[in-house]
């Protein structure tokens, strides 16, 4: 046969063949949406509720667990031997230091005061906004942390060492200000000044921290652990928590990471199962959220 009328072999392909589209391109021509971006947002009112309905237990629990002043002292003299049998550096080291400047100290009260809940708030709400899938996994994770929080302020209550007569320490909220808690603990009707262990200042802000860096893809994501690494600062610094305070913290974050996984992508075809897609056709990989919130 002649070769300008013979057919072309199926398997060598002709210019005129249609080819499948680039698996790496989409046919918008943008690159994927991330899982979690697309990834349905949990209604609004209801996690309103549910945020506001959490807090509202952790401040009656933490009043509940007031009222025990004797036990929150002996413990304290508790802690505050094991951390010296442990060798850990005393906290007037980190108090020292801030006590060299008014404005540092003043600074670091701020800092206390002031960072806490909103910078914990504007975290979750971030997420909600544009991580949907992590918004639910961090919100699971600091509820169990808070949780677990709440029962350790009930079975050990605990003075802060800037209450604890020996220690030289100094209450620099109530000399430099600004300050959250009253001036006399035991009459305090807003606060818990008893509740210092685990430390939720810096449970919560090592939480935002690894959940920005799990959440995000930028090269400069590390730099979040600058947040968890001041707060620990200052909270030591102001004499308000323990070194063993944030250890506590630590243990519990990591059980409940431990336990609720963050939201993670396999490669899937829509509208396919695996396993089961016909010899020869191409598929797309697309990323499809699996184990969120587990």
Known sequence: MDSRTEPADPASGSASEPKPPDAAAPASGRPHARPDDTAARPPLLRELLLVAGLFVVYKAGRLAAAGRTDEAFADAHR?????RTLHLPGEGAVQGTLLHSDTLVHLANTYYAAVHFPATVAFLVWLYLR?????????RILALVTAAALVGHLVFPLAPPRLLAGTGLVDTGQVYGPTVYGAHPAADALANQFAAMPSLHFGWALMVAIGLITATRSRLRALWLLHPLLTLLVIVGTANHYWLDAVVATG????ALAVVHPPHRTATAPGRRRGHEPVGTPVRDLPELVGAGR
């Open 79 to 83: 802690v505050w031997g094991w951390e």
């Open 252 to 255: 519990l974050l990591c059980v």
């Open 131 to 139: 991580r949907p899938a992590h918004y639910v996994w961090a919100r």
